[in-house]
Nanobody
């Protein structure tokens, strides 16, 4: 069974950058739509970005679209979330998700696979 593992989180100063990775084990992600969600302390989990299986289409929420980029390397079975110019309000646990079916990319429950999350803390 495919499992998702996120990495790349950590503590970064405001204005800094991080690259999150979502790696798949036990199978391939090459036919999956992959999404990133985040959940800040005391807040609901929210969709951040998504990418189609081919990488041909990406979706990034307006509040971060000038700072975050989603990409994938199907040969390596990894999806990335590049985050630049980080702000304190980006602090959250970031989750990787994946699905093969057509569905609303912003709906957590429509995904078939979920990672455990990686903590991103933006603080000076």
């Amino acid at each position: 069974q495919v499992q998702l593992v996120e990495s790349g989180g950590g503590l970064v100063q405001p204005g800094g950058s991080l690259r999150l990775s979502c790696a798949a084990s036990g199978g391939t992600l090459s036919r999956h739509f992959v999404g990133w969600f985040r959940q800040a302390p005391g807040k609901e989990r929210r969709f951040v970005a998504g990418i189609t299986w081919s990488g041909g289409n990406t979706f990034v929420i307006d509040s971060v679209k000038d700072r975050f980029t989603i990409s994938r390397d199907n040969a390596k079975n990894i999806v990335y979330l590049e985050m630049n110019s980080l702000k304190r309000e980006d602090t959250a646990v970031y989750f990787c998700t994946a699905r093969q079916s057509e569905a609303d990319p912003t709906n957590w429950d429509d995904y078939e696979l979920w990672g455990q999350g990686t903590q991103v803390t933006v603080s000076s």
